[in-house]
């Protein structure tokens, strides 16, 4: 295959992990703010990873392709997948004050959708390798600019869902560790 036609395969990837991203970062925050559904302090680590892997990709955008901002993002899902089912694994069996916070989207709750999320993240890497090689010799990203720019467009947004998720976690949890028992801020 061509050098420019992986090229354009490899930015379509990250594009649409970045979407797919963007997508669930937005239905947290209206989950949050027009359901009234405060996350826990995992379901915070869990955006906080999720931002991480939109960081690589990001970085891709913006500076180049690299295999560091690759790695940079896999480290990222590989995190979200343990925190995701360190907390699925406390909540797989029902009890008092430890049932699932939230809604059910599709009949699972987020940290099982987290799993799946990053499975979906890390599968998708490894398929994005399998394919272009991984090696980084690729045509710069300055030969597709409409690519180029809806990149750096969704890079921004990302970045502005990571500012307001920043502020929520400061008001809800203060300059605090957050904890599960009480949001003394949102009283």
Same mark, same amino acid.
């Given at each position: 295959?061509?050098?420019? $036609?992986?090229?354009?395969?490899?930015?379509l990837?990250?594009?649409?992990?970045?979407?797919?991203?963007?997508?669930?970062q937005?239905?947290a925050?209206?989950?949050?703010?027009?359901?009234g559904?405060?996350?826990?302090?995992?379901?915070?680590?869990?955006?906080?990873?999720?931002?991480?892997?939109?960081?690589?990709? &990001?970085?891709?955008?913006?500076?180049?392709?690299?295999?560091?901002?690759?790695?940079?993002?896999?480290i990222?899902?590989?995190?979200?997948?343990?925190?995701?089912?360190?907390?699925?694994?406390?909540? &797989?069996?029902?009890?008092?004050?430890?049932?699932?916070?939230?809604?059910?989207?599709?009949?699972?709750?987020?940290?099982?959708?987290? &799993?799946?999320?990053?499975?979906?993240?890390?599968?998708?890497?490894? $398929?994005?390798?399998?394919?272009?090689?991984?090696?980084?010799?690729?045509?710069?990203?300055?030969?597709?600019?409409?690519?180029?720019?809806?990149?750096? $467009?969704?890079?921004?947004?990302?970045?502005?869902?990571a500012?307001?998720?920043?502020?929520?976690?400061?008001v809800?949890?203060?300059?605090?560790a957050?904890h599960?028992?009480?949001?003394?801020?949102?009283?």
């Amino acid at each position: 295959m061509p050098n420019a $036609a992986l090229t354009l395969l490899n930015y379509l990837a990250l594009l649409l992990m970045q979407l797919a991203l963007a997508g669930i970062q937005t239905a947290a925050l209206v989950f949050q703010f027009a359901l009234g559904e405060t996350p826990c302090p995992l379901c915070i680590l869990q955006r906080v990873a999720m931002f991480g892997v939109s960081f690589g990709i &990001i970085r891709n955008f913006r500076d180049g392709y690299s295999l560091k901002n690759d790695g940079i993002s896999m480290i990222f899902a590989l995190f979200l997948l343990i925190v995701a089912t360190r907390q699925t694994l406390i909540n &797989i069996y029902p009890r008092p004050g430890h049932e699932y916070i939230g809604s059910a989207v599709l009949g699972l709750h987020m940290p099982v959708w987290a &799993i799946l999320i990053a499975m979906a993240l890390l599968i998708g890497y490894a $398929a994005k390798f399998a394919i272009t090689g991984g090696d980084g010799n690729l045509t710069p990203l300055k030969k597709f600019p409409a690519l180029a720019r809806a990149g750096n $467009a969704l890079g921004l947004f990302i970045v502005l869902l990571a500012a307001v998720n920043f502020a929520s976690v400061i008001v809800q949890c203060g300059l605090d560790a957050c904890h599960t028992y009480e949001y003394r801020l949102l009283r």
